[in-house]
């Protein structure tokens, strides 16, 4: 029997399940977009997805900032917001079903410097659209048009890397990344992306050397120390990567996929009774999903030891 938990404790860890579910339910959730200063922004682009029904949708903010989602389902969903001339923002919550859920308030902040004209947002859209199609040599080109037109939009570099990253060309990913950095030398997300592209060549230690300059106290985004702790994961580096799947849910205490990977990491590190508190706490939020079945099941499995 324990053979066959470790087995599939291994087989999770090295992958994720691919659930087609819808995101529909009874659920409702609304929210507020401004910048800085609290104006409201109009047009943003919301992009939602349900990691439950592994699925999702995208709606857009009215005048006044404000957008709704209705007859959602509840549990984990990662939520996108990107506007033309204003740096993208990332969250990711947890939505009960049955409850009114409080409404979400998001700042978006102004790419610095940045002079936003129709012609640039008719050239950002376009460029967007073609990385949406998979046309990444083709959104290369449009980025890069951009920035050569806009220096002061330097944070495209990092879209000019995403490209380059999807194509697997992991030296010009780079260089790209360190555009960035080059303005903002602490920037976290950068300092992933740059030891992503390490990992992906295979420099495992090289990798770890960048994920060790992103500053641990500083990362206050659940999705970036999740992301961290995967790369750890995917090395085997299981005690590295419990440091931070257990700050990604001290952050927000009903991540959902932070409390599901530090469970398993508990698990591969044979730490099992600690696996348990986890894997309980994610129930609560998410009882009925096939994930939630295989978490029944790993504690099914521990209560009986």
């Not at 080059?182 to 050397?209: S, T």
């Not at 500053?215 to 702790?229: A, R, S, Y």
Request: proline share 5%.
């Amino acid at each position: 029997m324990k053979k066959i938990m470790l087995a599939a404790i291994v087989l999770v860890l090295a992958g994720s399940l691919a659930l087609g579910q819808s995101y529909r339910g009874q659920g409702r959730l609304k929210g507020k977009v401004t910048d800085e200063s609290g104006k409201p922004i109009e047009g943003v682009k919301i992009k939602l997805y349900s990691l439950k029904g592994v699925s999702g949708f995208e709606l857009t903010t009215n005048a006044a900032g404000e957008w709704t989602a209705n007859y959602i389902r509840g549990g984990g969903w990662n939520i996108d917001f990107e506007k033309i001339g204003y740096e993208p923002r990332h969250i990711a919550t947890n939505i009960p079903e049955a409850t009114n859920n409080p409404p979400i308030e998001t700042k978006l902040k102004a790419m610095a410097g940045l002079l936003i004209t129709d012609e640039l947002k008719a050239a950002l859209k376009a460029g967007n659209q073609l990385f949406e199609e998979k046309k990444y040599p083709d959104a290369v080109k449009a980025y890069e048009d951009i920035l050569a037109k806009n220096p002061d939009a330097y944070v495209l570099y990092k879209n000019v890397g995403n490209c380059y990253f999807e194509l697997q060309q992991y030296d010009q990913a780079e260089a790209a990344y360190q555009k960035v950095l080059e303005k903002e030398p602490a920037n976290p997300d950068i300092l992933l992306l740059i030891g992503n592209c390490y990992a992906n060549r295979g420099e495992n230690d090289k990798a770890m050397e960048w994920y060790n300059k992103i500053e641990f106290e500083k990362i206050t985004d659940p999705m970036v120390l999740f992301n961290i702790g995967a790369s750890y994961t995917k090395q085997s580096k299981f005690e590295e990567a419990l440091k931070y799947y257990k700050r990604s849910v001290e952050i927000q205490k009903d991540f959902l996929d932070g409390l599901y990977q530090l469970g398993l990491t508990y698990l591969a590190l044979g730490r099992n009774s600690d696996a348990i508190p986890p894997f309980e706490e994610y129930l609560k939020s998410d009882p009925d999903s096939p994930r939630s079945a295989q978490v029944k099941n790993f504690l099914e499995f521990l209560k009986k030891k």
